[in-house]
């Protein structure tokens, strides 16, 4: 069987217009993986959330927008052109909402004689709203339209020693000579996606995350968020008091996995930390969340609140230490 493989990232509207905006949140919002209460998705998200938020989303995105588009479309597209030249097989890209759409995606490859294809979803911590919501919209259309091909996974690589390492290299080659805290934020989750996705029914948020081999873990998007914090501080030889980790991107009232990230960066000046670097591995690509919320508006709240210094880590994007470490992957799919 030939192979091939499809790189998967999360997406982003066609342009910064309104109205792409709004498609491409409509899609992305409807999804039950995402929000997944009824009343959320069919009564708040056409009544208050799609009316008024993608115009505040359109300018969000301005601000970070790229002459060739999307920096998470143009960062994912450069990846895979770095990840195509290592192999003599179609590698491909998709984006789970958006496009180029997986469909897409799975229609070249199989136009290329592909049946047996290798998908890694970009996302190094598993959670329903990212990891799981590729698989399941990979495997739906499979189902439907390419009945004939082989579907493999690769799954969360949070504590792969590889890909530590690389993010651990990333982080030194960015980080300024005098800094007070290195700050992790991942993007959040609601709490209860995280009670949602434990087969075990032994998640304490809170509790639990941080300790080791709990079978719990396998699904836990926060415990596996501190686990590369955790990982990545030893790789660094950096002392516990010298990293935070924090949640960023809440929307609506529900509780999210805490600390927030907003509010760590607010009270960070008045506890003394007045120099950070801010790095967010939850995102293999940079992207609104990164560039806008981190590096522009982060930013300010953190120099408003009297901090001084701030260094925005970037994203591991198209590394070649990144491409290699999926090349490995690839390889070891094919073994
Ligand atoms: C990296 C992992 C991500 C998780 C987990 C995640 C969960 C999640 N996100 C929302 C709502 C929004 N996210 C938005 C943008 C966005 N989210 C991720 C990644 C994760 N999301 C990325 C990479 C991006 C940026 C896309 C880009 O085009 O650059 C947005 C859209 C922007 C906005 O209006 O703020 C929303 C909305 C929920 C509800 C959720 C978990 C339930
Ligand atoms: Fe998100
Ligand atoms: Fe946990």
């Known amino acids: ?15 910064t217009e309104t109205k792409d905006v709004r498609r491409y949140l409509k899609e992305f919002l409807t999804d039950p993986k995402v929000i997944d209460v009824w009343y959320v998705r069919n009564i708040i998200l056409p009544l208050f959330i799609l009316p008024s938020r993608p115009k505040k989303s359109a ?9 060739e588009g999307s920096p998470l479309i143009v960062l994912t597209e450069r990846l895979r052109e770095k990840l195509q030249k290592k192999f003599d097989f179609p590698v491909e890209m998709a984006m789970r909402y958006g496009n180029p759409s997986i469909k897409s995606g799975l229609e070249k490859l199989k136009s290329q004689g592909c049946e047996d294809i290798f998908v890694i979803p970009l996302y190094p911590q ?18 439907k339209y390419f009945t004939d091909l082989k579907l493999t996974y690769l799954p969360a690589f949070y504590n792969d020693p590889e890909y530590i390492k690389i ?24 709490e209860r996606h995280i009670y949602k996705t434990d087969k075990t029914n032994t998640c304490e948020i809170g509790k639990c995350c941080f ?33 935070f980790q924090s949640f960023q991107s809440r929307l609506g009232s529900d509780p999210w996995i805490q600390p927030y990230t907003d509010a760590t960066l607010e009270g960070f000046p008045e506890k003394g930390v007045k120099k950070i670097a801010v790095v967010a ?11 806008e919320e981190l590096e522009m508006e982060g930013k300010e709240e953190f120099l408003e609140a009297g901090g001084e210094e701030f260094t925005y880590i970037p994203c591991l994007n198209d ?10 992957k690839v ?5």
């Open 126 to 143: 598993y959670a329903m709203s990212t990891t799981e919501t590729v698989i399941d919209k990979t495997n739906e259309v499979k189902d």
């Open 167 to 190: 993010l651990a290299q990333s982080i030194k080659d960015h980080l300024p000579e005098e800094f007070d805290k290195v700050l992790f934020s991942y993007h959040g989750i609601p």
């Open 1 to 15: 069987m030939k192979k091939g493989v499809l790189l998967v990232n999360l997406g982003s509207p066609d342009s």
């Open 331 to 335: 390889n070891d799919w094919m073994a």
């Open 211 to 243: 300790k080791e081999d709990k079978p719990s873990h396998a699904t836990c998007y926060r415990h596996q968020s501190y686990k590369v914090t955790e990982l990545v501080r030893k790789e660094l030889g950096l002392t516990n008091k010298q990293v």
């Open 319 to 328: 590394r070649d230490d990144l491409v290699e470490f999926l090349e490995h």
């Open 281 to 291: 591995p939850a995102f293999i690509s940079d992207c609104l969340e990164t560039l």
């Open 59 to 67: 300018e969000a995105y301005r601000k970070i927008w790229w002459d």
